[in-house]
């Protein structure tokens, strides 16, 4: 079971792909998620009465300054867990594994956010694919009326050299 605060640089640190690998085949992926764009004030009290019991934010530091309120203490005031990922579009496969991971613990419904939910759709199908739960050629099934940015979904997939953003 999760902590009610995950810190982004404790997960990257903890739940790297090579430990990953290492524990065997990745358990699935949570599918009971709702991707959201960027939140107010309001938003987690609002997914928690909707039931909702985790929340992944994938906002940058720079978007989560900009908020200009405490997220992480809004989303665990309303009793949820939070886990922060920062992810950007230069990110790669570590942040999938970490949230991937994430989903495969969550005891509940979860909020896969970040500006506008873009992110979160994208690393959601690099998570499914790294579980083998659906292939690449079938994410326009599974995710009906979403464009891909396919170089993206090479990077959080693994398929490319490019080493994870600093943010």
């Not at 524990?23 to 009971?32: K, L």
């Not at 938003?43 to 909707?50: P, Q, T």
């Not at 509940?108 to 292939?135: K, Q």
């Amino acid at each position: 079971m999760l902590r009610p605060i995950l810190a982004s640089t404790l997960l990257a640190a903890c739940l790297s792909p090579a430990a990953l690998a290492q524990e065997g085949q990745m358990t699935p992926v949570h599918d009971d998620v709702r991707f959201e764009a960027r939140p107010d004030a309001s938003s987690a009290s609002s997914w928690a009465r909707d039931g909702q019991t985790t929340v992944i934010n994938l906002l940058t530091e720079a978007e989560m300054e900009a908020l200009g309120f405490d997220f992480a203490a809004s989303v665990t005031d309303s009793g949820m867990i939070y886990a922060h990922v920062p992810v950007w579009f230069s990110t790669g496969a570590e942040a999938t594994d970490t949230v991937a991971h994430i989903l495969s613990e969550a005891d509940g419904p979860v909020v896969l956010m970040c500006g506008g939910a873009v992110r979160a759709s994208h690393i959601h199908a690099a998570a499914r694919i790294r579980a083998g739960e659906i292939a690449r050629d079938q994410i326009d099934d599974a995710y009906p009326g979403l464009d891909w940015h396919e170089g993206w979904l090479d990077r959080l997939l693994g398929e490319t050299d490019n080493a994870e953003s600093a943010q």
